[in-house]
């Protein structure tokens, strides 16, 4: 068996958060999701139980409108999905993104982050060296709210991830699944 062959695939599900509420005297992290949001986020949460994109680990920031996303999302999957709250995707660099993903233990095949922009962009921006050509435009025309972005590594563990080292599988929007 090749070197190549005998690495484990690893798939990386990039959520950003739905549409979020701006109240009045509302801290940013507090901040709700919009009626939008809460339509859409179980819209994303119904395409990825169709087509089987069952993460092992959810990364949720601890923002209210990516908590608030997550659970719409997960009350759609066919399965219940560990998850850990993750203060190292909540208003920071796509490199910052990429040390919370490297720290992932190696048994997690399949791993979800939900985020926030321009830092889940960024992060899918600096991972992707290749993908689905339609994809990839519409992912770097608009990472949209409520945007899911499926990358794929041939690599041995989470701390192997580096810029470039992704293959963008898909990018899709509750306006393009729904």
């Not at 190292?88 to 990429?98: F, Q, T």
């Not at 600096?126 to 709210?145: I, Y």
């Amino acid at each position: 068996m090749s070197k190549k062959s005998a690495k484990l695939k690893r798939r990386l599900i990039l959520l950003r958060h739905a549409k979020s509420a701006w109240p009045d005297g509302v801290a940013d992290r507090e901040r709700p999701l919009a009626e939008r949001g809460r339509k859409t986020a179980p819209v994303i949460g119904a395409y990825m139980a169709r087509e089987k994109l069952i993460p092992d680990l959810a990364l949720v920031s601890p923002a209210r409108r990516a908590q608030e996303t997550w659970k719409l999302v997960c009350e759609a999957l066919s399965k219940k999905v560990a998850e850990r709250e993750a203060p190292g995707v909540y208003e920071v660099s796509a490199e910052r993104i990429l040390d919370v993903i490297r720290s992932v233990e190696p048994g997690i095949r399949t791993l979800l982050v939900v985020g926030h922009n321009p830092g889940m962009e960024d992060a899918a921006s600096l991972l992707v060296a290749d993908g689905d050509a339609d994809a990839m435009g519409r992912m770097k025309e608009k990472f949209s709210t409520a945007g899911l972005a499926v990358i794929d590594f041939d690599l041995d563990g989470w701390g192997d991830v580096a810029k470039g080292t992704g293959y963008l599988e898909r990018f899709v929007t509750p306006r393009s699944v729904g």
